[in-house]
């Protein structure tokens, strides 16, 4: 059982091809820490794991070699031998063998398994959005994994829930890769992930890596563009894409001779950069707007959108994940949640001073209770889930932005008053009041200086209008 456990070995026509069952140690499931079940394939001295929906802790797996199990671990045992067995079915079958070949048929039918249960939140999650605020666009309720829809179809909230095998080869890849964001509970940069996929799928369905070339990438910017996206936003799906790629070669189920991008190739591309900042005078008028005291929602907009301005321009998730144990007496220190994963061996701390108004804004929207423990403004709560966090950020973040459109028409400000702009417009000050940019990348908390110049490149665009002007200033001679 157990040399049956650990491989068969086989040859196929003169190649070595080695097929083994294993406990997939590189993803491990947050929830439950189990690992997936994979049928591992080695072909070249070169090794792929091929993870299936089954999943089981690691003194499980060790088990698996025993005779008595149990009736749960037995069933699971069971599919992961019909795995390997239809993986030796395919192989036997095939012509000249590849990875990718393989992969598409063995996720081309469904495998004789017991489908996974998704988990169930039974118990009644911890409402976070109760801002002490009314109007239009307050929090709604948004159920747990409920079914949300693009375009003509309906996808589980809970994205490790698709059957991806049904959508294609490439959609597989997606699929595989969002189970671990997911389980990483990185919920916003899965969503970046699937909405990319879904776009790549109507443009070309049942997708197949060999179809993405340069030209299919050139042809796929163009509709896009005709269908009214920006180049930043092509950039950020294209991006995505190359990422898929990068896995898969590193993973060995492709060849880098498949690799569209770069010199010669296809070039992602850069969006222009918009000058999104506030002038000085548009954040006085801000400052000095009095709410409409019939209206919360103007107040508590307002004064969040100054809280970001003041906090280095950290963006609406770092404000709503703020708690107080974050204060260290007249100061924040915090890690920023988007770079939590990117930074794991070298995080990099933001430090904000906790000025007079942030101080009064705390006390005037904050939870009373002031527990190190306890979040500062009661958007989150401790014990809901990684999805329910989503959308109560991106609920808190409409708010802010709606409001804020809504006084900024009052005071006759043209430019867009979002959750964006207090970033680039914090930036902006800090360029202008003689601020290096080494002193405004670590109050971003970026890692590459070339990340913060990206920010400036755009904002000192009034400057270039007055030297511009100095090449006609001949026309002022005598």
Not at 14 to 33: G, P, S
Not at 184 to 198: A, K, V, W
Request: proline content about 3%; aromatic content about 12%.
């Amino acid at each position: 059982m157990l040399g049956t456990l650990l491989g068969t070995f086989f040859n196929f026509l003169a190649m070595e091809i080695t097929i083994a069952r294993i406990l997939d140690k590189r993803r491990m499931r947050k929830k439950d820490e189990t690992y997936p079940l994979a049928i591992r394939v080695t072909y070249d001295r070169v090794p792929v794991p091929f993870p299936l929906d089954l999943y089981v802790t690691e003194d499980d797996f060790k088990k698996f070699s025993k005779p008595k199990i149990g009736k749960v671990l037995l069933s699971i045992r069971e599919q992961h031998i019909q795995a390997e067995m239809r993986a030796k079915e395919i192989i036997r079958n095939m012509g000249t063998f590849t990875f990718q070949a393989f992969r598409e048929e063995f996720f081309k039918e469904k495998l004789a398994l017991k489908k996974r249960i998704p988990s169930r939140h039974t118990s009644k999650q911890i409402e976070a959005s109760n801002l002490a605020v009314t109007g239009k666009l307050s929090l709604t309720s948004v159920k747990e994994g409920r079914n949300k829809k693009y375009g003509r179809k309906h996808f589980d909230r809970i994205r490790s829930n698709i059957n991806y095998v049904e959508m294609g080869p490439v959609a597989v890849a997606f699929g595989e890769y969002i189970k671990i964001l997911e389980s990483q509970d990185r919920i916003g940069t899965c969503e970046n992930y699937f909405t990319t996929l879904r776009s790549l799928l109507a443009f070309k369905n049942n997708l197949r890596f060999e179809d993405i070339t340069p030209a299919f990438l050139f042809e796929y910017e163009k509709w896009m563009i005709a269908k009214g996206n920006s180049y930043t936003t092509i950039g950020i799906y294209t991006r995505v894409v190359r990422a898929v790629f990068n896995i898969e070669i590193q993973d060995g189920r492709l060849s880098q001779k498949c690799y569209p991008f770069g010199r010669r190739k296809y070039v992602i591309p850069t969006g222009a950069n918009v000058k999104k900042a506030l002038d000085l005078s548009d954040i006085k008028k801000i400052y000095d707007y009095v709410p409409d005291p019939a209206n919360a929602n103007e107040g508590y907009a307002r004064d969040i959108w100054l809280f970001g301005y003041y906090s280095n321009g950290i963006n609406s998730k770092d404000i709503a994940c703020l708690k107080y144990k974050n204060i260290d007496e007249s100061f924040i220190i915090l890690t920023r949640e988007k770079t939590k994963f990117s930074t794991r061996t070298k995080p990099r701390n933001i430090v904000i001073y906790i000025n007079e108004d942030m101080q009064a804004i705390m006390c005037r929207w904050g939870n009373k209770d002031k527990d190190p423990n306890n979040y500062i403004f009661p958007v989150l709560s401790d014990g809901i889930s990684a999805h329910r966090k989503y959308e109560l950020v991106q609920g808190f973040t409409a708010i802010i932005n709606g409001w804020m459109r809504t006084i900024a028409q009052k005071l006759g400000i043209q430019k867009k008053v979002t959750t964006m702009a207090w970033r680039h417009t914090f930036a902006t000050i800090m360029k202008k009041s003689g601020a290096s940019t080494e002193y405004i990348q670590e109050a971003f908390g970026h890692t590459s200086v070339r990340t913060t110049e990206n920010y400036l490149d755009s904002f000192d665009l009034e400057t270039k209008k007055i030297q511009a002007k100095n090449l006609t200033a001949f026309k002022d001679l005598n």
